[in-house]
Each structure stands twice: as structure tokens, then as C-alpha cells.
């Protein structure tokens, strides 16, 4: 892949170079020393992904990654000197559309970079499988559904790029009695899903937290996909995680879930798939369709990427396309009486 690197610091800029040129499958494209002069960079030569500070003179990675996303869209990936000490802007810039984010990698005895250099090219490497991905899709037999146990309806969300600012805004306008269980798969290291639980339920009335394994979805409480593996709802409704599929470009799936929710869920359910790069959750949302639930997608002129949500639409996943303030609105009165 071709990288550009943006960040103010000479000696992060050099540890940065070096690592990307030792992968031996990475060059750097540019190298821009402030969030002005990495737009100004993209804008003349869009590269393959962007690694992106946060704290910078001039404008910062938050406003930067704001402009290239709107812009000359590409893959940005955070990389600062601290993540945990930069979640705010973390997640605004995850909001308008950067995949993920890691600490700067530090430099090891040997003078080289530390594990963390590991931990940065294996991003990349996830990255570069998702601007290629096409993944399998699940099963599409289409039983009978069961409608049975369940009293209440199951939403099940799936998002990527820009997906913590959507999310924020459609559960910030649900009610506080919202009837039905939610459970989120967002395209996030599991590292950063506590901290993202507790600031997605400073904006919502909701309780948010992460699912744990052997736990039930449960109406009125969100939860959030909170491992390297994939999430999946097992035939006796309980939550757990799996390794397989390995090479799936994203952990965890959100065509995975959906799937399983698909078989497993004894009730309605509500799928809806939210701004995103790439293609994960659309097949697995049309499988939900199949299966004769309500299926919505973000539109495109509300969505951060238009990756996600463009391919359920052209697919016919979606029953429902429309603007992410819609959203909220319509899985209240659909979840305020039987879903047909």
C-alpha cells in the first residue's frame, strides 16, 4: 500500500518511515507535517491509507480526517501518542470516518520499533483486506421463522467507519423505554469498546455495555460486540464469540451476527446496517430479509462512508433505505407494535 503520514513530530515521522518501508509491502506515498498539509497532500495524490495523529499545529487529525473524508475519501487509521488519552477526539474522528486507531509505536532496545510496530502493520494489513474484501456469504435457506420465546423485538446494529458518531445519534434519540434489545457490531478494536460503551451511554438514556459471554439480549439495554472473535447468538439465545471465519478482513463480523441472529433468534428483529467502508453486513442482511424481517440501511447522503450501506442497497438487503435521524423514529413505532 501506498501511506501517508501525518504528524508533527520529526523523530515519529522517521520511526513511521522506517516501519512502513521495512514491512516490504508498504511505501510512503507522502509525508505531511499538519492536518493542512495532509488534506493539501490528498488532494494531489489520494494514497492507499492515511496515518493520522491527532494533536497537531495548524489543524489537528479530528478536522483533517473531517475534510479528507468528505473530500478525497480514503482509509485513516489513528496513530498518536496515546489513544487512552485522546478518546474524545478518537472517536469524533471515528465519526467522520476513521477505521481505528493505535498507539504511536515506541522505540524498542534494539533501536528499532517495539511489538507496538507489530500492532500498527497488522492494522494496515487488516485495512488493506478490506479495500479487497469479498466475503462469503451466509447460508441463504430460508426455514420457516420461529416466533416463539422471545416478548420483545431484537434490533441488531452493525456499523464501521463513522459508525461511533451514528450509533451515538440514533441511540441518543431513543426513548429511555425503548421495548426492544439492542446489540451492536462496530468495527472497533476490543480494546476501546469499554471506553466507547461508556461514551455511547453518556449519549443516551440506554444502559450500554459490553456483551458478555452467556448473556441474553435484554430489552431496553444495548450491547456491543466486545472481542477479537466474531459475535454470535447461539440457539439457546445466549451471546457468545467464535474464531471462525479467520478471514473475515474485519473482527468482528457483522454479517457473522446477523447470520446468527438469523437462525437463532426466536422473534422479530429489526437489522440495520450503518455507515461503513467495505461490504460486511450487507449479505448478512438480506439473509435477515430473506427471512421476512425488517431490514434498513443508512442512506447515502447521511452516511460518513458510503461503503456498508451501498452494498445492501445493491443487493436489496434493505427493505428500508433513509437518513440516519429516521432511523430512530422508525424502530420506536415499529417496535410499539407488531412488525409485519
Known amino acids: 500500500m501506498r501511506v501517508g503520514i501525518v504528524n508533527d513530530l520529526p523523530m515519529a515521522v522517521e520511526l513511521l518511515r522506517r516501519l512502513v518501508s521495512s514491512s516490504g509491502e ?57 489513544v487512552d488519552a485522546n478518546v474524545s477526539g478518537v472517536y ?14 515506541t522505540v524498542g532496545h534494539s533501536g528499532g520499533a517495539s511489538a507496538q510496530g507489530a500492532v500498527l502493520l497488522a492494522r494496515m494489513a487488516a485495512i488493506a483486506r478490506l479495500s479487497r474484501d469479498e466475503p462469503r456469504a451466509p447460508r441463504s435457506s430460508t426455514p420457516p421463522r420461529v ?11 452493525g456499523a464501521s467507519a463513522g459508525g461511533p458518531a451514528a450509533v451515538a445519534t440514533l441511540l441518543g434519540e431513543l426513548p429511555a423505554d425503548f421495548p426492544g434489545a439492542i446489540v451492536l457490531v462496530q468495527h472497533l478494536d476490543a480494546q476501546f469498546v469499554p471506553g466507547f460503551a461508556n461514551w ?37 439465545g445466549e451471546l457468545g464469540y467464535k ?53 434498513i440501511a443508512q442512506d447515502q447522503a447521511t452516511s460518513a462512508v458510503y461503503g456498508m450501506p451501498k452494498a445492501a442497497a445493491a443487493i436489496g438487503a ?21 412488525l409485519r
Open 26 to 82: 508498504h511505501k510512503v506515498a507522502w509525508i505531511a507535517m499538519n492536518g493542512r498539509e495532509a488534506v493539501e497532500a490528498c488532494r494531489r495524490d489520494r494514497p492507499d491509507v492515511v496515518l493520522m495523529d491527532l494533536t497537531m499545529p495548524e489543524m489537528d487529525g479530528v478536522e483533517a480526517t473531517r475534510l479528507i473524508m468528505a473530500e478525497t475519501p480514503c482509509p485513516i487509521l489513528l496513530v498518536t501518542a496515546s
Open 92 to 105: 469524533d474522528a471515528m465519526g467522520y470516518g476513521a477505521l481505528d486507531a493505535v498507539d504511536i509505536p
Open 147 to 157: 416466533r416463539a420465546s422471545a416478548g420483545y423485538p431484537l434490533v441488531a446494529i
Open 200 to 236: 455511547l451511554g453518556q449519549q443516551c438514556s440506554l444502559p450500554v455495555r459490553p456483551a458478555e459471554v452467556g448473556e441474553r439480549p435484554t430489552a431496553g439495554v444495548v450491547l456491543i460486540a466486545a472481542s477479537g472473535d466474531h459475535l454470535v447468538l447461539g440457539a439457546n
Open 243 to 295: 474464531v471462525e471465519p479467520r478471514d473475515y478482513p474485519y473482527r468482528p463480523s457483522v454479517d457473522v451476527f446477523f447470520e446468527s441472529v438469523a437462525q437463532n433468534w426466536r422473534g422479530e428483529v429489526i437489522g440495520v446496517l450503518l455507515t461503513g467502508m467495505g461490504r460486511d453486513g450487507a449479505r448478512g442482511l438480506k439473509l435477515l430479509r430473506e427471512r421476512h424481517h425488517l431490514t
Open 318 to 338: 434493505a427493505v428500508e433505505i433513509m437518513p440516519l435521524t429516521a432511523i430512530a423514529p422508525r424502530l420506536a413505532g415499529a417496535c410499539a407494535r407488531p
